[in-house]
């Protein structure tokens, strides 16, 4: 789950916010929201319980932030692919499938941290609407990937890779390696055999 700012070397020298959102997002990720304490927060953190809910007003708020930050950085690793193909659809779907086969395969993945997050909270909580909100947009953005690479249906196969993409991060949480190691080839097989439009002449 790292973001590369706890292990740069300069975690010290981060402000006590960032480094309090940085300690939440590894304890959160690697422990459960319900086992993680704001005292272990603010000690992973180096800092104190004082000090935590002066830039967070409660635990809650500190989830909201940790749901908002993990959102940011798949938001943003999809705009790197759009940005860097964004003329080459079909380019963007292959890197995409790259980009899951190595989050699925990384030993330091414990599957979706907003998916997690969401067994944990309770119907009403703040955080919810956060991963909602996401889901949705990486849902669309699926269906626009597919829609560029002029697949028929794209909805319908946004749908079904969505599917089977988060499927398989929840099976990474139950220590399922074997069958998230066949992920990729079915989800290859699937954009292969998914009909597409013809190109015009």
């Known amino acids: 789950m790292h973001d590369g700012a706890a292990g740069s070397g300069g975690f010290a020298s981060l402000s006590p916010k ?16 319900n086992t993680v ?3 272990a927060i603010a000690a992973a953190a180096l800092t104190n319980k004082m000090t935590l809910y002066r830039h967070f007003g ?27 193909y964004r003329n080459a659809p079909e380019k963007r779907l292959n890197a995409w499938v790259d ?7 990384n030993r330091y993945q414990r599957g979706c941290a907003l998916a997690n997050a969401a067994v944990e909270l309770p119907a009403l909580h703040p955080a919810r609407e956060v991963i909602e909100a996401y889901k949705e947009r990486k849902r669309k953005s699926l269906v626009q990937l597919f829609t560029a690479a002029r697949y028929r249906q794209p909805q319908i196969l946004a749908d079904e890779v969505f599917l089977l993409f988060e499927g398989a991060r ?28 013809q190109r015009a002449l």
């Open 37 to 39: 304490g704001v005292e």
């Open 99 to 105: 980009h899951v086969e190595e989050a699925l395969t």
């Open 18 to 33: 960032e480094r309090i959102l940085h300690a939440a997002c590894e304890l959160f990720y690697r422990e459960g929201l």
């Open 170 to 197: 929840i099976s990474l949480q139950c220590g399922g390696k074997i069958p998230v190691t066949r992920v990729v080839s079915m989800l290859r097989d699937l954009l292969a055999r998914a009909p597409k439009k």
């Open 58 to 84: 409660s635990k809650d708020e500190l989830i909201v932030a940790y749901v908002t930050h993990m959102a940011n950085i798949s938001d943003a690793n999809w705009d790197k692919l759009d940005n860097e």
